[in-house]
Nanobody, 129 residues
Framework: QLQLVESGGGLVQPGGSLRLSCEAS????????IGWFRQAPGKGREGVSC????????KYADSVKGRFTASRTKANNPVYLQMNTLKTEDTAVYYC??????????????????????WGQGTQVTVSS
C-alpha cells in the first residue's frame, strides 16, 4: 500500500530554516513527481513547490521563490524541501504528494493539487518569535 510520510516540521523563528522530508513507500514505479503543498488555517491548499521524477525540473510559487529549494537524492527517496529565511506567513501544514508518470514525462511536475494521486498526512510548520 502506498504511503507518503512527511517529517521535519516544527517551530522556528522568523529568518530561520527548516528542511522537510517526504519518504515514499509502496510505490509500484520508480517514476514519480513530488509536489509540496501547504494549508494555513482558514485558507485553501497552496502549491509551494514541485520536483520532477528525474530531479532536473523544479517549480516554485512566487511567495517562496529564492527561499525554498526542492531536491531529491539519486536513490529518488526521500525528497526534500529546504526552507530558508522563513516568514510568519509560511506558517501552515505542509503536505507532500506523489504523481506517478510515464518515463516520457520524467521532466514534468505541477503546482496544481488536482494532478496528484497520493498524499501524505502533513507536518506542521510554525514560524513565530
Amino acid at each position: 500500500q502506498l504511503q507518503l510520510v512527511e517529517s521535519g516540521g516544527g517551530l522556528v523563528q522568523p529568518g530561520g530554516s527548516l528542511r522537510l522530508s517526504c519518504e515514499a513507500s509502496g510505490l509500484t514505479t520508480d517514476y514519480y513527481a513530488i509536489g509540496w503543498f501547504r494549508q494555513a488555517p482558514g485558507k485553501g491548499r497552496e502549491g509551494v513547490s514541485c520536483i520532477s521524477s528525474d530531479g532536473l525540473s523544479t517549480k516554485y510559487a512566487d511567495s517562496v521563490k529564492g527561499r525554498f529549494t526542492a531536491s531529491r537524492t539519486k536513490a529518488n527517496n526521500p525528497v526534500y524541501l529546504q526552507m530558508n529565511t522563513l516568514k510568519t506567513e509560511d506558517t501552515a501544514v505542509y503536505y507532500c504528494a506523489a504523481l506517478p508518470v510515464r518515463t516520457s514525462l520524467q521532466a514534468t511536475c505541477s503546482l496544481f493539487a488536482s494532478w496528484y494521486y497520493y498524499w501524505g498526512q502533513g507536518t506542521q510548520v510554525t514560524v513565530s518569535s
